[in-house]
C-alpha cells in the first residue's frame, strides 16, 4: 500500500506525489485530541461574554474611583491656591494700605 497523491498545476503539468505514513495515518487518538481542542475552544469561546461583561464592570468602577480620586486632588490643589491667593492679598493690602470690604475680609 503506497499511497499517492496526483496534484495538477495551472499550467497543465501533472505530478504525482508519494505521501509520507505520518499524512496517511494520523497519530494515536487523533480525534480524541481535536475533540479536546475544539471542546476547549468552545468552552473559551462560550466562556467570552460573561469575561467581557466582568471586564467592562471592572473598568467602570476603576474609572469611577480614579475619577473620585482626581475630584479629591482638585480640591486640595484648589484649597492650597485660595489660602496663597488670602495670604498675598493680605500682603498687598498692608503694604498698600488699603482696607479690604468686610466681605472679602470675612475670607480671611
Given at each position: 500500500g503506497k499511497s499517492l497523491l496526483a496534484?495538477?498545476?495551472?499550467?497543465?503539468?501533472?505530478?504525482?506525489?508519494?505521501?509520507?505514513?505520518?499524512?496517511i495515518?494520523?497519530?494515536e487518538r487523533e480525534d480524541e485530541i481535536i475533540r479536546q481542542v475544539l471542546d476547549r475552544e468552545y468552552h473559551r469561546?462560550?466562556?467570552?461574554?460573561?469575561?467581557?461583561?466582568?471586564l467592562e464592570a471592572l473598568k467602570q468602577q476603576t474609572s469611577k474611583t480614579l475619577a473620585a480620586e482626581d475630584e479629591e486632588?482638585?480640591?486640595?490643589?484648589?484649597?492650597v491656591i485660595d489660602e496663597e491667593y488670602r495670604k498675598t492679598l493680605a500682603e498687598f493690602c498692608e503694604a498698600t494700605g488699603i482696607s479690604?470690604?468686610?466681605?472679602?475680609a470675612a475670607l480671611m
Amino acid at each position: 500500500g503506497k499511497s499517492l497523491l496526483a496534484v495538477g498545476d495551472d499550467h497543465g503539468h501533472l505530478h504525482i506525489l508519494k505521501l509520507p505514513v505520518n499524512l496517511i495515518c494520523g497519530p494515536e487518538r487523533e480525534d480524541e485530541i481535536i475533540r479536546q481542542v475544539l471542546d476547549r475552544e468552545y468552552h473559551r469561546i462560550e466562556g467570552e461574554p460573561a469575561r467581557s461583561t466582568t471586564l467592562e464592570a471592572l473598568k467602570q468602577q476603576t474609572s469611577k474611583t480614579l475619577a473620585a480620586e482626581d475630584e479629591e486632588i482638585v480640591q486640595q490643589e484648589d484649597s492650597v491656591i485660595d489660602e496663597e491667593y488670602r495670604k498675598t492679598l493680605a500682603e498687598f493690602c498692608e503694604a498698600t494700605g488699603i482696607s479690604l470690604p468686610a466681605s472679602d475680609a470675612a475670607l480671611m
